[in-house]
């Protein structure tokens, strides 16, 4: 392949951007955000927890960010960065850029510089602890000088700056990790704009401004508190006790935005129905297709999801990915026929043997557990449940809090899922390639020829052909039965009037960037 020198160079425009959003800018207060749920903050053991990633978004910064328009990778640590070949990085990073001070690792007065090798640190940590990040094929990571960094890959990966990659891996410093051991999830250092006054698991995480920022931090304290109960966390944000709902329930859009609260959509989220491939009687294709066939999609969604708030899903890759969104070539997949699906559970040998309205095999019946957490999919979920004891099928809906729904999935304590997954630019890769099985694969599904597919797509240079070979993926995953797909949902934050300069979180919360920084009125 003909070498190549791509250079991104940003920190000009960065400077603009900052000066745009300070302009007019108040300092001072503190800013309340829900969380449904807090266990850690150590950035390389957060499993996909959105609110952990939140809080750890505002203690640690990372080499870049992901532009709040296009999503594309912005400068943070790293002011630019070039491909110098297919297989090499070189990552430029910024000057005087501080970890936090008056702690127990750094006292106050004595702060240290961010450098090379606590980039390289940071890398190769997050390539043996996170494993919901694809990092497999950065092969070596080294510091050139004390702001320059080189990574090299296996193979070509013009992805890498994606959300489940490097732009997710939060930069550390050693001593700290050394120091405070497992202390660090609790007590973590970094060099963010804002640094931790106290953390309760379960409950809340307290913030204070980082005076030593690189850039200026308007707000006085940032507050996560914990509200499971996405109607309590409604009427909190009615009562004034929190300013921003996260992920707030698409149902409650219209009448809260009817009351005068902001509502900030980036991109969103796929909804679905996903099975582990693995587990007993899921591990037959003819009850998953049977299951799916028993369905019916669009009136379960539409009777919950307000107009201009989802859309019908018929893949995992959404409208808002730039590649693989194919809702017209996989329609012909999405087929609702009650008759035809017990058909194919009479051929896997489920049918009502005993008279007594549902559908059992050698005495048993076949129990379809849906573990979900809450949220608007609740009710959705609650439908088509219904509707498929309907059919005869013992179907129930279990709500776990976030932290145990995201355990049972990593350990295969699951068999059928809300499948509340991400199709970010190498989602598909994350979500079904057979080497993040019990990572980011919850599905433990393995086939060959998805597996080459993403392979190819993801070392391609060219767009149009890695947008086809993940709609070859795509295709399969579906025939396969993997998932039901149900909808989309934009991602919906409900904002207070107060808040200025939100900007809705995608693989991280950006409150302080250079493309923002909140203040309240």
């Given at each position: 392949?003909?070498?190549?020198?791509?250079?991104?160079?940003?920190?000009?425009?960065?400077?603009?951007?900052?000066?745009?959003?300070?302009?007019?800018?108040?300092?001072?207060?503190?800013?309340?955000?829900?969380?449904?749920?807090?266990?850690?903050?150590?950035?390389?053991?957060?499993?996909?927890?959105?609110?952990?990633?939140?809080?750890?978004?505002?203690?640690?910064?990372?080499?870049?960010?992901?532009?709040?328009?296009?999503?594309?990778?912005?400068?943070?640590?790293?002011?630019?960065?070039?491909?110098?070949?297919?297989?090499?990085?070189?990552?430029?990073?910024?000057?005087?850029?501080?970890?936090?001070?008056?702690?127990?690792?750094?006292?106050?007065?004595?702060?240290?510089?961010?450098?090379?090798?606590?980039?390289?640190?940071?890398?190769?940590?997050?390539?043996?602890?996170?494993?919901?990040?694809?990092?497999?094929?950065?092969?070596?990571?080294?510091?050139?000088?004390?702001?320059?960094?080189?990574?090299?890959?296996?193979?070509?990966?013009?992805?890498?700056?994606?959300?489940?990659?490097?732009?997710?891996?939060?930069?550390?410093?050693?001593?700290?990790?050394?120091?405070?051991?497992?202390?660090?999830?609790?007590?973590?250092?970094?060099?963010g704009p804002f640094k931790l006054v106290s953390f309760v698991p379960g409950e809340e995480a307290i913030l204070k401004r980082n005076e030593a920022y690189w850039l200026p931090v308007n707000l006085d304290e940032v507050h996560f508190i914990v509200i499971p109960d996405p109607s309590a966390a409604v009427i909190a944000l009615e009562a004034g006790e929190i300013d921003v709902i996260p992920y707030g329930p698409a149902d409650e859009g219209p009448r809260l935005v009817q009351q005068g609260f902001q509502l900030s959509k980036r991109g969103g989220s796929f909804r679905?129905?996903?099975?582990?491939?693995?587990?007993?009687?899921?591990?037959?294709?003819?009850?998953?297709?049977?299951?799916?066939?028993?369905?019916?999609?669009?009136?379960?969604?539409?009777?919950?999801?307000?107009?201009?708030?989802?859309?019908?899903?018929?893949?995992?890759?959404?409208?808002?990915?730039?590649?693989?969104?194919?809702?017209?070539?996989?329609?012909?997949?999405?087929?609702?026929?009650?008759?035809?699906?017990?058909?194919?559970?009479?051929?896997?040998?489920?049918?009502?043997?005993?008279?007594?309205?549902?559908?059992?095999?050698?005495?048993?019946?076949?129990?379809?557990?849906?573990?979900?957490?809450?949220?608007?999919?609740?009710?959705?979920?609650?439908?088509?449940?219904?509707?498929?004891?309907?059919?005869?099928?013992?179907?129930?809906?279990?709500?776990?809090?976030?932290?145990?729904?995201?355990?049972?999935?990593?350990?295969?304590?699951?068999?059928?899922?809300?499948?509340?997954?991400?199709?970010?630019?190498?989602?598909?890769?994350?979500?079904?390639?057979?080497?993040?099985?019990?990572?980011?694969?919850?599905?433990?599904?393995?086939?060959?020829?998805?597996?080459?597919?993403?392979?190819?797509?993801?070392?391609?240079?060219?767009?149009?052909?890695?947008?086809?070979?993940?709609?070859?993926?795509?295709?399969?995953?579906?025939?396969?039965?993997?998932?039901?797909?149900?909808?989309?949902?934009?991602?919906?934050?409900?904002?207070?009037?107060?808040?200025?300069?939100?900007?809705?979180?995608?693989?991280?919360?950006?409150?302080?960037?250079?493309?923002?920084?909140?203040?309240?009125?």
């Amino acid at each position: 392949m003909a070498r190549r020198s791509w250079v991104v160079v940003l920190a000009l425009l960065g400077l603009s951007l900052l000066s745009a959003v300070a302009l007019g800018a108040r300092q001072g207060g503190v800013l309340r955000i829900r969380a449904m749920d807090l266990q850690n903050i150590d950035p390389m053991k957060l499993l996909g927890r959105n609110d952990d990633i939140h809080v750890a978004s505002q203690i640690f910064d990372s080499l870049v960010i992901l532009g709040k328009d296009d999503f594309l990778p912005k400068p943070e640590l790293a002011t630019s960065w070039e491909l110098v070949d297919d297989t090499t990085w070189i990552f430029h990073l910024r000057e005087g850029a501080m970890f936090q001070d008056d702690n127990e690792v750094f006292p106050k007065g004595q702060a240290r510089e961010v450098v090379a090798d606590d980039v390289v640190y940071s890398i190769q940590r997050a390539k043996e602890l996170a494993p919901n990040l694809n990092l497999a094929s950065i092969t070596s990571v080294r510091a050139i000088d004390r702001y320059t960094v080189e990574v090299k890959t296996s193979v070509p990966e013009p992805l890498l700056l994606d959300v489940n990659r490097l732009s997710s891996v939060m930069i550390v410093p050693r001593e700290a990790v050394e120091k405070l051991g497992e202390a660090f999830a609790t007590r973590p250092v970094g060099s963010g704009p804002f640094k931790l006054v106290s953390f309760v698991p379960g409950e809340e995480a307290i913030l204070k401004r980082n005076e030593a920022y690189w850039l200026p931090v308007n707000l006085d304290e940032v507050h996560f508190i914990v509200i499971p109960d996405p109607s309590a966390a409604v009427i909190a944000l009615e009562a004034g006790e929190i300013d921003v709902i996260p992920y707030g329930p698409a149902d409650e859009g219209p009448r809260l935005v009817q009351q005068g609260f902001q509502l900030s959509k980036r991109g969103g989220s796929f909804r679905g129905l996903g099975f582990n491939v693995t587990a007993a009687p899921f591990d037959d294709w003819r009850v998953r297709e049977g299951i799916s066939r028993l369905l019916d999609v669009d009136s379960a969604w539409q009777a919950v999801i307000p107009a201009g708030f989802g859309e019908r899903a018929y893949g995992q890759v959404p409208p808002w990915v730039p590649f693989g969104y194919d809702p017209e070539g996989l329609k012909d997949l999405d087929v609702y026929d009650p008759e035809g699906g017990l058909r194919l559970l009479a051929e896997a040998g489920w049918a009502d043997h005993d008279g007594d309205g549902f559908l059992d095999k050698d005495g048993k019946r076949l129990v379809v557990e849906v573990k979900t957490f809450p949220g608007a999919q609740v009710r959705v979920i609650t439908i088509l449940v219904t509707q498929l004891k309907q059919q005869g099928i013992d179907a129930r809906i279990l709500q776990l809090d976030v932290s145990a729904w995201v355990d049972d999935l990593l350990s295969g304590r699951t068999t059928v899922f809300f499948d509340f997954s991400y199709a970010g630019s190498t989602g598909l890769y994350s979500m079904f390639h057979s080497s993040m099985i019990g990572k980011s694969n919850t599905h433990f599904y393995r086939n060959a020829n998805v597996d080459d597919l993403l392979d190819r797509a993801s070392r391609s240079m060219d767009y149009d052909e890695r947008s086809q070979l993940w709609k070859q993926a795509q295709r399969q995953v579906i025939e396969d039965r993997v998932i039901i797909p149900l909808y989309f949902e934009w991602t919906t934050n409900y904002v207070s009037p107060r808040v200025q300069e939100w900007v809705s979180p995608w693989g991280g919360l950006q409150i302080v960037s250079i493309e923002n920084n909140v203040w309240l009125k």
